[in-house]
């Protein structure tokens, strides 16, 4: 028996300390390297890793793009940092706010020789605690020892490299009835992953038959436009829509999945809106930010379905991805269920980028 966190444990503490800019020890095979993220960076902090060695930038080989940087491990950068550079300019390779007023950030040089494998898992680590996909590395000589001297959080990467890669298992906490303006019958889930990120709900309207198809939405939680009525997307209209259908047939599950921004957060979110009043579309704003175009998993909402033991459903979307991860997961779509509703003035061009550059059905 022992108290010792697991490798899951260790791993959303890291997500808490890079967000707290609380160095992180990766170690694989040997090497070592602390790891803060970018964003967190302050002087103070930057000198103490000086002192620790030669400081390195991860980057998405999006973000490098946007900064004419060489990705030489493909899916990512891996960058010198000068000695005479303070911790704004750090700051201002991960954050594209100020690229319009100052485009030129070089000269950059990029790194090609060594692995790129414990870069990589910084910047997954990154991403998982929805700060800014970039990571400063500083590599290290007997990175357990200086983990311990300094009560770091400690990661070997062949340890931690499936809990990293595969969603976290869920398991239902709770679930409650609920009356709703859509269905008098409504009861809600609670499902919580054991790796500690955000839980995830499923809307349950009356008593869908397990052995039929299911009416099934996975919406994505999204705050501005589920709470404040946002009229830059069409998700609030979307989620009163799906419900209100479930109400009317009588039955169906609407998941509410906890990815919002497409995945990468309010905060990453709203960085991406400043960015297209800058004139960028969704897609761009968001690889200028070094994100995918949708970083959101819905292997969660698979896994869902199959824990309320449903095998088919009839799927509201107008988003093809969402259907082959289903069918992926082996749950079987049916029908997809068209949802056009919310379309306004204000967000006719982000529609637009949805169909032309995410191949939704619009």
């Known amino acids: 028996m022992t108290l010792a966190p697991t490798i899951t444990q260790r791993l959303n503490r890291a997500r808490g300390d890079m967000r707290m800019g609380v160095p992180v020890v990766l170690a694989d095979q040997g090497i070592a390297a602390l790891v803060v993220a970018v964003e967190a960076v302050d002087s103070a902090g930057l000198a103490t890793l000086r002192a620790m060695g030669q400081p390195e930038i991860a980057l998405t080989e999006r973000r490098a793009t946007t900064l004419k940087a060489r990705a030489y491990d493909g899916d990512l950068a891996r960058l010198w940092v000068p000695p ?27 790194l090609r020789d060594g692995a790129p494998d414990l870069h990589r898992a910084a910047l997954m680590l990154a991403k998982s605690a929805h700060l800014l996909p970039a990571a400063l590395v500083v590599p290290v000589a007997n990175g357990l020892s200086l983990a311990s001297a300094h009560n770091l959080t400690f990661i070997a990467l062949a340890e931690a490299g499936p809990a990293l890669q595969l969603p976290s298992p869920l398991h239902e906490v709770t679930s409650a009835r609920l009356p709703m303006t859509a269905s008098q019958a409504g009861r809600v889930h609670i499902f919580r992953p054991e790796n500690g990120t955000e839980e995830h709900y499923a809307i349950e309207i009356g008593q869908p038959d397990r052995s039929a198809p299911v009416l099934a939405r996975l919406h994505s939680a999204c705050f501005t436009g589920d709470v404040l009525g946002s009229l830059k997307c069409d998700c609030g209209p979307q989620l009163h829509a799906a419900l209100g259908l479930m109400g009317a047939e009588g039955q169906g599950v609407l998941l509410y999945l906890n990815q919002e921004g497409r995945g990468i957060g309010l905060a990453n979110k709203m960085r991406a809106y400043s960015l297209q009043d800058q004139g960028f579309d969704t897609v761009e704003a968001n690889h200028r930010l070094g994100f995918e175009d949708d970083e ?46 919310g379309q306004t003035d204000q967000n006719a061009a982000y529609l637009a980028t949805k169909a032309t550059k995410s191949g939704h059905l619009l």
Do not use: Q, Y
């Open 296 to 341: 959101r998993d819905f292997r969660i909402g698979a896994d869902i379905l199959r824990r309320m033991g449903f095998g088919s459903v009839r799927l509201m979307t107008n988003n093809p991805r969402k259907i082959a991860m289903m069918e992926s997961c082996g749950l079987r779509v049916v029908e997809r269920v068209p949802l056009h509703v």
């Open 84 to 110: 005479d550079v303070d911790a704004a300019w750090i700051r201002a390779l991960a954050d594209p706010s100020g690229d319009l007023r100052h485009p030129m950030k070089g000269p950059l040089r990029a």
